[in-house]
């Protein structure tokens, strides 16, 4: 059985063994002064995952209000819970533009594992 995904505010999953990750989320941290993002490490195998844990790792997932996110929707809807990059987290809300932001994400996960090797 899998768990629930939080019904309320937003929860961010994220691959802590990936060098690339953690400095993004560490600032996403900073960022986040009203500490409204839940960060879990979906790599830390005692975190609980709402599908499956390779699923997670593969692609940048969130929650928002209970609604489970990936890639540029995900990143969007973490954007919008930091004041300073919610602006950018609302365009996204426009289809094309979101369109436009998984395009360009699906092409950095072509180039995460060179990137990933230069961070190590």
Request: glycine share 6%; hydrophobic share 45%; net charge positive.
């Amino acid at each position: 059985m899998t768990p629930p995904i939080p019904a309320t505010g937003v929860t961010v999953w994220h691959d802590g063994n990936c060098p690339l990750c953690r400095r993004e989320i560490a600032l996403m941290r900073r960022l986040d002064r009203r500490g409204a993002i839940t960060f879990v490490d979906a790599a830390d195998t005692d975190s609980i995952c709402p599908i499956d844990r390779g699923a997670l790792l593969d692609r940048f997932h969130a929650s928002e209000n209970g609604t489970l996110l990936s890639g540029a929707a995900a990143f969007a809807a973490m954007w919008r819970a930091i004041p300073l990059l919610r602006p950018l987290g609302l365009l996204a809300r426009r289809p094309l533009a979101l369109r436009v932001m998984e395009r360009a994400y699906r092409r950095f996960l072509r180039i995460r594992p060179r990137l990933q090797r230069l961070l190590r």
